[in-house]
């Protein structure tokens, strides 16, 4: 069963910095991966695994100049990025052959910089909960946050979202 809980984030100036630094580059790694897919199936060629992805849009992205701002955020988040657009080419076929229920799936589309929404998210190697009320995000550093209720577990992923009024939520 998964269960989500949402809980309120207060980051400071320069963690908001960074989350927007953060959240732009998870960003510019899914609208790469998902160009670079949509290419490769209009030139006629295979498949690109997410392996594939990564060490495209990730590594050797990072090394060039006009993306070494890649390496300021953590990797964790990029890769994660590229494992949702498998997530969701994955819905989207499952959709088409039927064994997705419900309403059909589109294919994945590009972010924008000006949707509502932001998100990036964390797995248990990228976060931490020291107990002192803080969240602790790799890069980013301890963020102030208003616990509602007790977690039952211990999470295995952390989402931290801005909504379109700039609140974070994780």
Known sequence: MRL???YRLYPDASQRQALA???GCVRVVWN???????AARKAGQPW????DLQKICITAAKRTPEREWLGEVSPVTLQQSLRDLDQAYRNFFDSVSGKRKGPR???????????????ARFTR???????????????????????????PAAPSS???IQDAAGRHFA
């Open 4 to 6: 989500r809980y949402n």
């Open 21 to 23: 630094r953060l959240f």
């Open 32 to 38: 790469d991966a998902l160009a670079m897919r949509k």
């Open 48 to 51: 690109i695994g997410g392996g």
């Open 105 to 119: 799936v589109g294919l994945p589309v590009f972010k924008s910089r000006r949707d509502r929404r932001q998100s």
């Open 125 to 151: 190697t990228a976060f931490r909960l020291p107990g002192d009320g803080t969240l602790y995000l790799a890069k980013i550093g301890r963020i102030e946050v208003r616990w509602s209720r007790e977690l």
């Open 158 to 160: 952390v989402t931290v």
